[in-house]
């Protein structure tokens, strides 16, 4: 090897001028507890506290966090002082406590206060794993309880960062009883209509998880954080099963329905600010509460002349309307409106608005909410047992009004429409859907549901968990939530699975949306055992958005003066956006009682 | 002067540095990765450590590897030679904290021309000429249009996030100014997300002269001329010669002053190369500050006598400039070509395998920088350059001349090359006749 044959430099005696040495200093360098690389401190510091090389999260320290998270100079720290507590006499318990708190610098392994996010104000409690693994013990649970009651009196939402390896043994069943304790003290701030948001970070299990934890109006949670109840080795232990990888992870929990989102330290606070936002009292009174001036019936009456004067600027026939009197139209009225619908119709038959309505290029759920609705924030999960990707559902602002959007949500692509499993909802989705609603109820926030879909799915997979009983609740528990429902039917409106999403104050569609008992395949091999007559039962079914407004099951037709696309969203954005403003205008002044018969009476007359 | 220099890179440019360091009587630490145990800048260094996996992620860029090897070797100073770290302000302020001599700029200076907004704010500051555009971000078509009015067509709009091409467009008339802008700002904000433009003056095939600089800790700043770049093949260069034919003496000096301002308003120490684009007009525009040694050192070395290498270890040891402006006299022509391991065939796929056969010309005004050897495998996860093939003549006719015969004498066997690409180029009648610029190899060789 050449390698042998070259000469060496001659060595000089080394002489060092500036009497320094090369070293590395201590502390410039630390190993990465995920990856184990070497990392650069300062990049750590900088960067969230993630490691740069494998975008592992180490543990933040409480007052790092609070740092990160609240305004500088804002936070203002309560309970700092509480008597140590040792019930069960422990020995050797209050050595230990004394010494983690000299090191730590931390009284507990909670501190809790309140202070600013991006100016909004909130109670807020960060749990140290350096405390005894931050295990509740009742100190723990007390700095809770008291922060949450101090919120319920304040009228402040409350955000815990919650990170627990469960109960603290030194404490026996004392420990065991924080957990109601505290729960209990968030249902009364949660019955006060105030807000509570979770941060689940590594680790967060056991008895913290079984219940302030999971509590949270919304729950976050940072990238691969253990999220369970019983920890992967008592799990492994007791039931003698291998777990897979991922278990039990944050992103384990989101596929499983009982996280929100999950959301990347450097987003944090921003999230959490515009969470906090969208909550915040002085906007949902200004655009909901205010407005519920004492309201009868003759809002209603209102309501329904506005309905009737935009049919007639659109130039379209409103002889059904009915008059305030009644709603029995005899044959011949029937009659005499198909007559009309079809001279003015004539252009388009039914069954190529099913066409349209089907087109692959036709906007999604999600492409409507993207125009219409700024800093939306999707939320996940049924917190039963999955989350839909036929649904999806979030909070946003439409015009500076906080409001909750739920789409049926196809796919674009045939990658996009696995995850979204072609539109058809399964019961999680319309479990997400009502949880959602609920929280809308609780913030006074109007709900906005865009309609899309082939129909529920029909797998085996959700009968198992009830697709019938999922769709029954929604349209039980939806017919007397008190705040305004609207929904539009944006492509195809596939029977119950439609309806779950759909009893509403008013029901729009697009002009090229269908809506229907069953798509006109079904009905025809149902009928006619011929599926391939679809095109002459889609005529008959009186399924397009003139046939239903002329049978009063909707109440406004939103033109396209092409079909949908991507292209001319925007158009339909316009059209939109009006109505809806005036929709939000008329129906947030009604009260409750009103609004409920309002609905009640929709239907009642149907 | 250093006792020891550990050099943080590999391939040619490393046995360069190390060559250098025998002649200066200092000792040499080479770092590898396990890819390049059997590296030839392994086995000429004095001593060798390895610093990681082939990934260069894991070995020539990982700061801690090549520190931890710095300590333990005891070696007072890193040279970064090209790549890698070598423009790496952390890095260079890691070295710093660890009393290690990193032999190039400050961290400052590296992040200041590192930033491209900075660099030109700088250099308008110092009344280098750049070239004309937006000072600010854009983001609606009419602001854009209204400073591609002023500057005057054509315009060139460019996404502030982009890269190979996306969110760029040439615009030639007004009345095209508002659809292209639109489809660049779609195409940025679809592939980067970001809709941030920026309008600046299209220079219609320009030339790419760049000024070697060298600046010591004295504040003496000099130039050695320039070298031309113009024959590139997507942003790489191909062929390198000193001095341009482009430049009369008076243009020469003229550019040399500005780049002489433009180092010192950058507040520059260490060897750097200051870009620019010569248009046909012979207007000049800084196009960027390149704060380390450039691959094509070499032709200016040979035209003007000074070993850059060396110089960069004097002024890093804190010494003065060796030379002074009026010592630097340009002789001669050099040219440069660089030869790669790929394959022109393949649309230029890199192609590393075994080299079986290897047999270099010489004899006078010949310079080769390699680090291959016969039974050579060059490994896949570097560069594909792996030599350089310099002449040196009276003038560029005669240059030209040895470069054929010289590109006729080199064999590489066992690889693909694009050694019969360069020899093509070489005897196109355009570059005989020295009219280039930027696009003669897409202009002239693209099928």
């Known amino acids: 090897m050449i390698r042998d044959f070259f000469k060496k430099t001659p060595i000089q005696q080394r002489k060092n001028e500036s009497g320094k040495e090369p070293e590395i200093p201590t502390g410039l360098w630390r190993k990465c507890n995920k990856c184990g690389a070497a990392i650069y401190t300062e990049d750590v510091i900088e960067g969230h506290y993630i490691c740069p090389k494998c975008n592992g999260y180490f543990r933040m320290h409480a007052y790092r966090r609070i740092e990160q998270i609240i305004d500088e100079g804002t936070f203002n720290e309560w309970d700092k002082d509480l008597a140590f507590y040792n019930p069960l006499h422990f020995s050797g318990y209050e050595k230990k406590v004394r010494e983690l708190q000299e090191k730590t610098n931390l009284d507990e392994a909670i501190i809790t206060g309140k202070g600013l996010i991006c100016g909004s104000e909130t109670v807020i409690g960060v749990m140290d794993a350096r405390f005894l693994m931050a295990s509740m013990g009742h100190n723990v649970g007390e700095k809770i309880a008291r922060a949450v009651e101090r919120a319920t009196k304040e009228k402040l939402p409350v955000i815990l960062f919650t990170c627990s390896g469960g109960a603290r043994m030194q404490e026996g069943i004392v420990s065991l009883m924080q957990m109601a304790k505290t729960s209990a003290a968030l249902k009364k701030h949660s019955e006060a209509g105030l807000l509570y948001i979770t941060v689940l970070t590594d680790p967060t299990t056991g008895g913290v998880t079984a219940s302030f934890a999971m509590l949270g109006d919304i729950i976050l949670a940072e990238p691969n954080a253990l999220i369970g109840f019983a920890g992967p080795r008592v799990i492994e232990q007791t039931m003698k099963q291998k777990l897979p990888a991922g278990f039990q992870r944050s992103e384990f929990l989101l596929d499983h329905g009982f996280v929100d989102s999950i959301v990347k330290r450097e987003e944090m606070k921003d999230t959490l600010s515009k969470i906090l936002k969208l909550h915040k009292k002085e906007c949902v009174k200004e655009c909901v509460c205010n407005k519920i001036e004492i309201v009868n019936l003759e809002n209603i009456k209102q309501i329904e002349q506005l309905n009737v004067e935009q049919s007639k600027l659109e130039g379209q026939s409103v002889e059904h309307e009915n008059d305030g009197e009644s709603n029995d139209c005899n044959d011949e009225q029937n009659k005499e409106q198909l007559k009309v619908e079809k001279q003015e119709e004539s252009f388009v038959d039914a069954w190529s608005r099913v066409l349209v309505s089907r087109m692959d290029k036709r906007p999604t759920g999600l492409d409507y909410i993207n125009v219409l609705f700024d800093d939306f924030i999707e939320l996940h999960g049924d917190r039963c047992y999955g989350d839909d990707g036929a649904i999806v559902g979030g909070i946003g602002w439409f015009h500076n009004i906080p409001v909750t959007v739920i789409a049926q949500q196809k796919g674009k692509n045939v990658k996009d429409n696995i995850k979204r499993n072609f539109g058809m909802p399964s019961p999680e989705g319309y479990r997400k859907a009502l949880r959602l609603m609920k929280e809308a109820e609780k913030f006074h926030r109007p709900i906005i549901c865009l309609v899309d879909t082939p129909g529920a799915f029909c797998g085996m997979e959700a009968e198992e968990r009830g697709q019938g009983e999922a769709i029954a609740k929604n349209l039980y528990e939806m017919s007397n939530i008190t705040v305004p429902i609207l929904s539009i039917v944006i492509g195809e409106g596939g029977s119950g699975g439609a309806l779950a999403m759909a009893v509403a104050d008013e029901v729009w569609m697009l002009e090229n949306a269908i809506y229907s008992i069953l798509s006109p395949e079904g009905f025809a091999s149902i009928l006619w055992k011929d599926a391939k007559r679809a095109s002459e039962a889609a005529e008959i079914m009186k399924i397009t958005s003139y046939d239903l407004q002329k049978l009063g099951m909707i109440e406004q037709i939103i033109p396209e003066k092409e079909p949908a696309t991507m292209e001319n969203i925007e158009n339909i954005k316009k059209e939109l956006e009006e109505r809806l403003l005036q929709f939000l205008e008329v129906y947030t002044k009604i009260s409750k009682e009103a609004l409920i018969e309002h609905r009640y009476n929709r239907f009642r007359n149907m | ?447």
């Open chain 2, 1 to 447: 002067m250093f006792h020891k220099v550990l050099i943080a890179n590999r391939g040619e440019i490393a046995v360069r540095i190390i060559r250098a360091c025998r002649e200066m009587g200092i000792a040499t630490v080479a770092v590898y990765s396990e890819a390049d145990k059997d590296a030839l800048h392994a086995m000429l260094a004095d001593e060798a450590i390895c610093i990681g996996p082939a990934k260069s992620s894991q070995s020539y860029l990982n700061m801690e590897s090549i520190l931890s090897a710095t300590v333990a070797m005891k070696a007072d100073a890193i040279h970064p030679g090209f790549g890698f770290l070598s423009e790496n302000s952390k890095f260079v302020t890691l070295c710093e904290k660890c009393n290690i001599t990193f032999i190039g700029p400050s961290a400052d200076v590296i992040n200041k021309m590192g930033n491209k907004a900075e660099a030109r704010n700088t250099m308008i500051q110092a009344g280098v000429p750049v070239v004309p555009g937006s000072e600010e971000p854009i983001y609606t078509f009419e602001e854009g249009e209204k400073i591609a009015d002023a500057i005057g067509y054509p315009v060139i709009v460019k996404a502030a996030s982009g890269g190979g091409g996306k969110g760029m467009r040439i615009v030639h008339k007004k009345e095209e100014f508002h659809s292209n802008f639109l489809t660049a700002q779609r195409e940025s904000v679809l592939a980067f997300g970001d809709d941030t433009m920026y309008v600046e003056k299209y220079i219609e095939h320009p030339r790419h002269i760049e000024f070697q600089i060298l600046a010591d800790n004295y504040g003496n700043v000099i130039h050695l001329g320039e070298r031309d770049c113009s024959i590139q093949r997507r942003h790489q260069k191909l062929i390198e010669e000193a001095p341009s034919v482009a430049l009369s003496d008076e243009l020469r000096q003229k550019m040399g002053e500005a780049a002489i301002k433009a180092a010192k308003a950058a507040g520059y120490t260490n060897a750097g190369t200051i870009e620019f684009l010569l248009d046909k007009y012979n207007n000049f525009y800084f196009i960027e500050m390149n704060t380390r040694v450039q691959v094509e050192h070499g032709v200016t070395e040979i035209v003007t006598g000074i070993d850059i290498i060396k110089e960069q270890i004097r002024i890093a040891a804190g010494l003065p400039l060796s030379v002074t402006q009026e010592d630097v006299c340009i002789k001669g022509h050099a040219i440069e070509c660089r030869i790669n391991a790929e394959n022109p065939e393949k649309n230029f796929a890199p192609c590393p395998g075994k080299i079986n056969n290897i047999h270099f010309p010489g004899g006078n005004g010949i310079r080769i920088d390699s680090a291959i050897y016969n039974g050579y495998h060059i490994p896949p996860h570097y560069d594909s350059m792996i030599l350089k093939l310099i002449v040196f003549d009276k003038n560029r006719e005669l240059a030209i001349q040895k470069m054929n015969s010289a590109l006729g004498e080199l064999v590489i066997e066992g690889i693909e090359t694009n050694l019969e690409f360069q020899y093509e180029v070489l005897n196109h009648e355009k570059f005989k006749k020295g009219e280039t610029n930027t696009h003669f190899i897409q202009t002239y060789f693209s099928k």
